[in-house]
């Protein structure tokens, strides 16, 4: 059974251990200090012996495709020339960074930030299809705004091309890996799910034809980039409201069977993802982050983002109601992560909730022979997210414990996973832990040198 400290293959790029950290929002942009602010957010990371670092959603495109403010865009060569300063020193730690490539489609700020559609009027919102009657629904009331421009297939070829050029600039730069962001209702889900896909070309008509796009962007990939790995999202809309208001979704056993058609395809690993077809607290699962939303610092910006005080109002009743529904759920991806990995014999990466180092031992199978589910190992790494913005230097703690054969309290991350981190992000605020008690613990732990790694 693997331990975390064991290294692992993903197409054919040696990662030195099985800890990563998940991709997160650095809002970094694309501005003179951009490059600086992305070394400052996932350097330390290395630094605490991570294996591998995944730099966040980052837009393939030059205009629109954004979801939240801040995104790095990858479209001009010249730019990301400029990151291999950024894979250069998370290099010098031993590590290795792949590079999450995206496209908000529906999702965009085009649809849902109120002043970023006034400042950009001619920006269309790219749509997989004609929305859903459900979303047609609450443009009608006044809550989502929708004007789509449906894609072409030629303009399909196009977006797929685009992640191709972005691909190829990456691995100029100096990056390990390519990392599709293929859940979190980005426009791969909804090429992927049937919520959103009712195509009528070879893009969509049946479960094949949906998984025809990333089969595209995989060629474009490998023509453009050559044999560097490729992993994606893998999404089951399992948590998507219910019947009636939504019927067709991607089940578990669909996300499976896309999991496994993709290693046929050529991916050389598969992250399994609980997910939603809208977004919302599916993805961040914990408690309504009440701090957050009172800032008085950040009520204007809200404003601004949702179009007034009353919709801020709304995001913000909306958000209390998911949490209640989405509660904080210990690994709530290790059945869907194990199903897939009894099916296909590319690494399945884990996240989602994990938060102790005895936990990962469970998914990885080293605890006793168990994993964390039953029967096989769920995983053959393990990722977070949330908890380096509460610990940059997180690996340090845990990769430190696994040496030393014991579980104890050193070995719990800090992350409450309250959320207060994640709300602010709708203004560009960058991800940082703000909760007091949290930051308290922190700076006990690095008095004591807990962050320190031991010397080799």
Not at 300 to 329: H, T, W
Request: with cysteine.
């Amino acid at each position: 059974m693997a331990t975390l400290e064991d290294p692992i293959e993903i197409g054919g790029v040696t990662i030195p251990n099985r800890l990563y950290r998940a991709p997160l929002l650095e809002c970094a942009g694309n501005g003179p200090d951009a490059v600086d602010a992305l070394i400052d957010d996932l350097d330390p990371a290395a630094e605490s012996g991570v294996g591998l670092v995944c730099q966040g959603a980052t837009i393939v495109r030059g205009d629109g495709g954004c979801a939240a403010p801040g995104m790095t865009r990858v479209h001009d060569p010249d730019f990301v020339s400029r990151l291999s300063r950024l894979t250069d020193r998370i290099h010098g730690y031993g590590s290795r960074i792949f590079v999450q490539l995206e496209h908000g489609g529906l999702r965009s700020m085009e649809t849902w930030h109120a002043e970023y559609r006034r400042e950009h009027p001619d920006l269309e919102q790219l749509a997989v299809s004609r929305p859903p009657w459900q979303l047609r629904l609450l443009d009608r009331l006044g809550f989502l705004s929708y004007d789509p421009h449906v894609l072409s297939t030629d303009e399909v070829y196009e977006l797929a091309a685009d992640f191709g050029r972005a691909a190829a600039s990456a691995v100029d730069a100096g990056y390990d890996g390519i990392h599709l962001a293929g859940a979190n209702m980005g426009i791969v889900q909804q090429f992927l799910s049937p919520f959103y896909n009712r195509r009528d070309d070879e893009f969509g008509g049946s479960p094949e034809a949906r998984l025809e796009f990333l089969a595209v962007v995989r060629d474009e990939i490998r023509e453009r980039a050559g044999d560097v790995p490729l992993m994606t999202k893998v999404p089951a809309e399992t948590p998507a409201p219910p019947a009636p208001v939504v019927r067709r979704k991607l089940s578990l056993e669909d996300g499976v069977e896309i999991a496994r058609r993709l290693e046929k395809i050529g991916y050389d690993a598969v992250v399994p993802v609980q997910t939603s077809v809208v977004w919302d607290m599916s993805i961040v699962r914990g408690e309504y982050p009440e701090r957050a939303w009172n800032n008085e610092g950040l009520q204007a910006e809200y404003d601004a983002a949702f179009g007034g005080a009353a919709r801020k109002r709304l995001v913000s009743l909306a958000n209390r109601i998911q949490s209640l529904r989405y509660d904080f759920e210990p690994a709530w991806n290790a059945d869907f992560c194990r199903r897939v990995r009894e099916r296909v014999s590319i690494p399945v990466l884990a996240e989602g909730g994990i938060r102790e180092r005895e936990e990962m031992d469970q998914l990885l199978g080293g605890a006793n022979g168990e994993s964390f589910t039953s029967g096989t190992p769920a995983c053959d790494m393990v990722g977070m997210a949330r908890p380096f913005y509460a610990e940059p230097k997180l690996g340090a703690r845990l990769l430190e414990s696994g040496t030393g054969g014991e579980t104890s309290e050193r070995t719990r991350v800090l992350c409450e996973s309250c959320n207060n981190c994640t709300v602010p992000q709708v203004t560009g605020a960058p991800g940082i832990c703000r909760t007091p008690d949290v930051l308290r613990a922190r700076g006990e732990l690095e008095r004591e040198g807990a962050y320190e790694r031991p010397e080799s």
